[in-house]
Structure formats: structure tokens, C-alpha cells
């Protein structure tokens, strides 16, 4: 962990405080509507699928594939420049739902459409716990 992690952090908001709090702890959270039954990926106060606000949580497993990915070579924004190259990538969950990450720990050459991924929990500050994912 950083004391000087200069990035933008997430809010933690009643709704979202599960999926932080299971982060922090090294497990993946997701959100379940009660009445539709389907898992959301990123936490909301409603559920985009029945407006329902009854929610449960799950674990997931954590392993997924990647979606889609792009090598930042430039142009990143200011606050990222030093991390410069880096893989933004989409990643889908064994569970259906897909998330939004980085792809770290991997030289890039192993990056792949379709390459099977396991969580990376980076702990940036006290609260707030990242997710990100590395080629298996």
C-alpha cells in the first residue's frame, strides 16, 4: 500500500460498501437482484433489470477471461503517466457479467482475447482496495 496513491478513488457509497469491503478482504462481490435474479457488475442502488432495490450479494470466483483489451502506449491522462504502458481491459467473469480492470503482473505478449484471468487485489489506501487481474 501507498500513502501517496495520487489516483482518482472510488466513493464508497451504502450500495458499493460490500463490494469494497469484499475487496479488502480479497474476495470478489457481486451484486444479485432478489426478484430478477441476475448479477449486476458494477454495484447500484437499483437493479437495472427490475428497478428493485432489494439486492443480495455473492462471491464470485474470480476467474474470467478477457473480453477485450488495449495497450495504453500514450496519451494517458496526467494522473496515469507514469504508469505508461499499461492494459485497460474488459474482463468477463465465469459468472456472465463483465468488468472493467487492468491487466497486470503480465507482459503484454500473454495478453490475449479470450486468455484465462485471476484477481489481483492492490490495497491503495486504508479504505480502498483495487481489482485488478493477471494472465493465468
Not at 460498501?17 to 447500484?44: A, C, H, N, V
Not at 496526467?78 to 503482473?105: H, Q, Y
Not at 479504505?127 to 485488478?132: G, H, N
Amino acid at each position: 500500500m501507498s500513502d501517496t496513491y495520487k489516483k482518482p478513488l472510488p466513493e464508497i457509497r451504502p450500495w458499493t460498501k460490500p463490494f469494497w469491503d469484499g475487496t479488502r478482504e480479497g474476495r470478489l462481490m457481486l451484486q444479485k437482484g432478489k426478484k430478477s435474479g441476475k448479477l449486476i457488475m458494477y454495484p447500484k442502488k437499483y437493479s437495472p433489470y427490475d428497478m428493485d432495490e432489494e439486492m443480495e450479494w455473492i462471491e464470485a470466483s474470480g476467474k474470467g477471461t478477457i473480453y477485450t483489451y488495449s495497450i495504453v502506449e500514450n496519451n494517458a491522462p496526467s494522473f496515469m503517466a507514469e504508469d505508461v504502458p499499461f492494459c485497460v481491459a474488459i474482463v468477463e467473469l465465469e459468472e456472465g457479467v463483465r468488468m472493467c480492470t487492468n491487466i497486470v503482473d503480465t507482459p503484454f505478449d500473454r495478453i490475449s482475447i479470450g486468455a484465462e484471468v485471476a484477481p489481483v487485489f492492490d490495497k491503495v489506501t486504508e479504505d480502498i482496495t483495487l481489482v485488478r487481474f493477471k494472465v493465468v
